[in-house]
Nanobody
Framework: QVQLVESGGGLVQAGGSLRLSCAVS????????MGWFRQGPGKEREFVAA????????VYADSVKGRFTISRDNAKKTGYLQMNNLKPEDTAVYYC??????????????????WGQGTQVTVSS
């Protein structure tokens, strides 16, 4: 059974930075594409970023391009989301997810098989 646990959320002022981590237990992390999604208050869950199993390809939502960076360390079985120049509209619960189909780097939530419990990110203006 694969379990994902996010950490690193918190309260930060606009313009600040946070680094989210996603620790994966179970089979080797290299078996999965990893993604980050978020759900703001009163909003639908939306795609943030995704990374191929070997880090060779990354995909970002337009709203975070140039500010967020997704990465992974398969040896440590951990994924990361570095968030810089945070804005109040980035306030959301952030979820990491794993997709067993390593042939794709998807921004569609239904493509992901395993999900973490989420970590709250709040950006004050």
């Amino acid at each position: 059974q694969v379990q994902l646990v996010e950490s690193g959320g918190g309260l930060v002022q606009a313009g600040g930075s946070l680094r989210l981590s996603c620790a994966v237990s179970g089979p080797t992390l290299s078996l999965y594409t990893m993604g980050w999604f978020r759900q703001g208050p009163g909003k639908e869950r939306e795609f943030v970023a995704a990374i191929a199993w070997n880090g060779g390809r990354t995909v970002y939502a337009d709203s975070v391009k140039g500010r967020f960076t997704i990465s992974r360390d398969n040896a440590k079985k951990t994924g990361y989301l570095q968030m810089n120049n945070l804005k109040p509209e980035d306030t959301a619960v952030y979820y990491c997810a794993a997709d067993r189909n390593v042939m794709r780097v998807s921004g569609v939530s239904i493509d992901y098989d395993y999900w973490g419990q989420g970590t709250q990110v709040t950006v004050s203006s």
